[in-house]
């Protein structure tokens, strides 16, 4: 979630990765890398119509869908990193419930609609047009919520429904046939306490899951329906979107928020959005490239495994984090061991000694709430954060200590 241990969520302009020799690496979230399903079972064949696995031209799965209309998708805006909206190469399958034995229908997309608000407002979502229209018997269109049925339904505990064919534990194993999960509805205000998300979920993100972690989406499960499932009617409410891990002790499941966002859906269903993927346009020196003529931006999200050990060359990532972003999110969980985070601007030479945020005056001799270039996490163990909110634009370097071993951490950034 970046859905994929995160569960996706793409987010800064460019990265470099310094990892020990023993094989710790950083991985982005990408086609065959992204988002979610854990705890969950085998769908019964056909019972989720709706259902969509988005696949490269020569059938690999890399994300989740639903189908909205005879020839229109449902999935999220970070799944299409790297697609141009007027030429998106890709296609999705229909009415399967094995990826292997050639079930369904398989249609290539025409354009794609991409929320260019996202990542900024968390805004993942994004709608496919595809070339032709579905005509599989075992697929069937979704209803999407709308905000007073959400309001009069959905409540904290409502249990829902999630599916797809993404791995079954962070970095494991993708099945061939479709899985689901039923997780409860949780509130944005358990989602962004201090030991879940630490106040960074907005209003056009909603969560699911248990606090004590064991069921959720993961890698591949990026861009499928979250649904509210009542008999033979089924609603979706959500967007496979991301989250810290899968399946992780307070770490839920975070999805796009469909009825926040049906102003926008029901414009892109209109055609009234403009073509648009998360294609990065490279500055050959002639282009504008201002906030208001440049919308599309090349989005990273990344989430690996990590061990250190005496020997081993410490880790250092090294993120330009471009204007606009709200919050730069850095943590670890998992393993054992001992792990701190320091997460330095380039300027922070210039600055006075810190700690998470604040600075210590000398000649004063009090803390101030100033904001610094400078954070660090100071919790015992592997499980860490460092949120740091309107980050400064610029070059960030992220390092993991040095100073004490650990192993199997989950080290998770991402941004909005």
Not at 15 to 34: E, H, I, M, R, Y
Not at 130 to 144: F, G
Request: proline share 4%; with cysteine; hydrophobic share 35%.
């Amino acid at each position: 979630m970046l859905k994929q241990s995160i569960t996706a969520i793409a987010i800064m302009v460019s990265c470099s990765v310094l990892a020990n020799p023993a094989g710790t690496k950083l991985k982005s979230q990408q086609f065959s890398d992204t988002i979610r399903i854990v705890g969950g079972s085998e769908t019964k064949p056909h019972s989720r119509p709706y259902q969509v696995s988005l696949q490269t031209l020569s059938g690999g799965h890399f994300c989740g869908g639903s189908i909205i209309a005879e020839d229109l998708i449902l999935t999220a805006a970070h799944c299409l990193e790297d697609v141009d909206g007027e030429n998106p190469g890709f296609q999705v399958r229909v009415g399967a419930h094995s990826l292997s034995d050639g079930s369904g229908q398989a249609i290539e997309v025409d354009k794609t609609y991409t929320n260019q608000e996202y990542p900024d407002l968390s805004k993942d979502i994004a709608v496919l047009k595809l070339k032709s229209k579905i005509t599989d018997e075992n697929s069937a269109v979704i209803k999407l919520a709308d905000q007073s049925f959400f309001d009069a339904t959905i409540a904290p505990g409502t249990p829902l429904y999630v599916s797809g064919w993404g791995t079954l534990s962070s970095d494991g194993d993708s099945p061939d046939k479709l899985m689901e999960v039923k997780v409860p509805f949780v509130s944005n205000e358990v989602c962004n306490q201090a030991e879940a998300y630490n106040g960074i979920i907005q209003d056009t993100e909603i969560c699911a899951g248990l606090q004590k972690g064991g069921k959720d989406s993961c890698q591949g499960d990026s861009g499928g329906p979250l649904v509210f499932q009542r008999g033979n009617e089924f609603v979706q409410v959500g967007v496979v979107s991301w989250g810290d891990g899968c399946a992780l002790e307070d770490k839920y499941g975070v999805y796009a928020d469909v009825a926040a966002l049906r102003g926008w859906i029901d414009n892109a269903v209109a055609g009234n959005e403009p073509a648009s993927g998360m294609v990065s346009k490279p500055d050959d020196g002639d282009q504008d490239n201002s906030d208001e003529n440049n919308s599309d931006k090349s989005f990273l999200a990344i989430q690996e495994t990590i061990s250190f050990n005496e020997n081993d060359q410490p880790l250092v990532l090294v993120l330009e984090v471009p204007e606009g972003v709200n919050v730069l999110y850095i943590a670890t969980s998992g393993g054992t061991g001992e792990v701190d985070i320091t997460a330095e601007h380039a300027d922070a030479a210039n600055e006075p000694e810190t700690d998470n945020g604040n600075y210590w005056s000398f000649d004063d001799d009090y803390w101030t709430e100033e904001p610094v270039n400078l954070f660090l996490s100071e919790n015992i163990g592997t499980k860490e954060m460092i949120i740091i909110n309107t980050p400064k634009a610029g070059e960030w370097t992220i390092k993991l200590s040095d100073y004490s071993a650990f192993n199997n951490v989950e080290f998770t950034v991402f941004s909005h």
